[in-house]
């Protein structure tokens, strides 16, 4: 298959692209998706892999050969929320 | 607010379980991220046998069978961003808040399915769009998104918005194919990508039908798809291009052109490439499941290929490993909006047996289940060739779970 140019940016909230990824992978040598995530901040961004988030599996499966495509937890809160509705949740939980 | 049951999302599924809860009179919380109900069905129109698949009307007609149970509270334009347990049930988390919780004795989870995007060179620009939002432009706002794209990317959800794009008048380069890499590979290889396009199904999508069963064999698929001519192979209007791969997008401002690239014969290199104008790109990676409520729950789920993705692993009843919190629609696998509303049904009964304390034998689901499998046979588009292998699959691993301890 072709291979898709360095500078294709895989993370678009961060703005990371493959050839970021593949540098950072030679010269911190993460061991895994999360670490490359902690390193890169790939994923991290605003929409908190709701878009990329098949992307990012597919660099940990090719880069780690991790298997697992689940791997990846996933945080509240699920959507982006302000702190107004946040603060007004917690005064109306029971 | 207080409720008996909250439904997450207000597409096929969830409508109809919406429906068949009103029905039962129960007081029901129906929560969409969107304005308008109705989910993926606003957008879908094609030709389907003689008729005209029409989902702005099939939406109508489920919504106008909710709007008579005046139990049922519509909540649109919220956001469920957390779901715990509390008490009495379960707790859900609304953005924006007014109510801010839900608090609900039974769950249905009807959260549908989101798109996978295909990383390109330039992607960022503007006119680069997932194939789903053209087909919310187009069909829904009659806005067309420009005068000449390409969808990269083939899969059922291509070719079904494609042929509406055609029929909106808009111009294509055809359907090319997505690239890939040693690190990044999100639709898999150029074979991964044409034997999901041989198992398509739907209103003869296939003229080389007759070709079709000889193209399970590898051999015949690799020869024919690698000397289709570069133009493509006309697919009821829609140019299938199955040698010719995406490389990058070109423009500056915005989109104003593709680079594609022919594939060799037999080891998937680049022969040539050259550039095609259009003013827009269609990024096509298909369907996936959305898992998120499922496993902040701490729902068990687990990956099935054949229905595109992580679901929740479920009893026929539709409920999933946490009580009272049953999961139904494109949430459990991509099917289509046939079954998916077959599968709000059963969902909804199978919340209404919890909820009055009668019996989930398995057994009992079978007409409803039976119902559901004569959707799947009946549906004009089949987004797994093998979409009842995941279904066993599932079954399988449910009933495991019950010799769990």
């Known amino acids: 298959m072709p291979t898709h140019n360095d500078e294709v940016i895989l993370c678009r909230c961060e703005g990371i692209t493959l050839g970021q990824v593949r540098a950072a992978v030679q010269q911190l040598q993460p061991t895994s998706l999360r670490e490359l995530k902690l390193v890169t901040r790939l994923g991290m961004g605003m929409c908190q892999g709701r878009v990329c988030r098949p992307i990012i599996q597919s660099v940990g499966q090719a880069m780690f050969q991790d298997r697992s495509e689940t791997r990846l937890a996933y945080q509240i809160p699920t959507r982006p929320v302000s702190f107004g509705d946040f603060v007004k949740a917690d005064d109306d939980y029971e | ?405």
Request: net charge neutral; aromatic share 6%; glycine share 12%.
């Open chain 2, 1 to 405: 607010m207080a409720v008996e049951v909250a439904v997450v999302g207000a597409g096929p599924a969830g409508l109809a379980a919406a429906g068949e809860l009103g029905a039962a009179g129960f007081r029901v919380a129906l929560i969409d991220e969107y304005p308008i109900p109705g989910g993926r069905l606003l957008g879908q129109r094609y030709h389907w046998k003689n008729l005209v698949w029409d989902g702005k009307q099939q939406a109508e007609t489920l919504v106008d069978n909710v709007r008579q149970w005046h139990e049922v509270r519509w909540l649109l334009q919220r956001s469920v961003y957390d779901l715990e347990r509390a008490p009495s049930g379960w707790a859900l988390s609304l953005n924006p808040g007014d109510p801010s919780v839900v608090y609900a004795q039974a769950v249905v989870v009807a959260t549908g399915a989101t798109e996978v995007p295909i990383p390109l060179v330039n992607w960022t620009l503007p006119g680069v769009l997932a194939v789903g939002a053209a087909q919310v432009m187009t069909a829904v706002y009659g806005v067309a998104p420009g005068r000449r794209g390409v969808v990269v990317g083939a899969n059922p959800l291509s070719f079904a918005i494609a042929e509406e794009l055609l029929e909106a008048g808009v111009k294509l380069a055809g359907i090319v194919m997505a690239p890939g890499s040693e690190n990044v590979d999100v639709v898999g290889s150029l074979d991964d990508q044409w034997q999901r396009i041989v198992g398509l199904r739907g209103g003869g999508a296939w003229p080389l039908r007759t070709l079709g069963r000889y193209m399970t064999h590898a051999w015949v698929r690799q020869f024919l798809m690698s000397h289709a001519p570069k133009s493509g192979v006309p697919i009821r209007g829609v140019r299938l291009r199955p040698n010719v791969v995406a490389t990058a997008v070109e423009g500056t401002e915005r989109v104003t052109g593709i680079r594609l690239a022919r594939i060799a014969d037999h080891d998937e290199s680049i022969r040539e490439g050259w550039s095609e104008p259009v003013d827009f790109v269609c990024v096509s990676g298909g369907l996936r499941p959305v898992p998120d409520l499922f496993r902040i729950a701490r729902v068990k789920t687990a990956w099935v290929p054949e229905l595109s993705g992580e679901v929740p692993v479920i009893s026929p009843w539709g409920e999933t490993s946490q009580t009272g919190l049953f999961a139904v629609g494109n949430a459990i696998g991509v099917e289509s909006a046939l079954v998916a509303i077959a599968q709000g049904h059963l969902g909804a009964h199978g919340v209404t047996r919890y909820l009055r304390g009668q019996s989930l034998d398995y057994r009992l689901a079978e007409p409803d289940q039976h119902r559901i499998q004569l959707a799947r046979e009946q549906s004009p588009i089949a987004f797994h060739p093998k979409i009842g292998q995941g279904v066993e699959h599932l079954r399988a691993l449910f009933l495991e779970s019950l010799g769990a301890p």
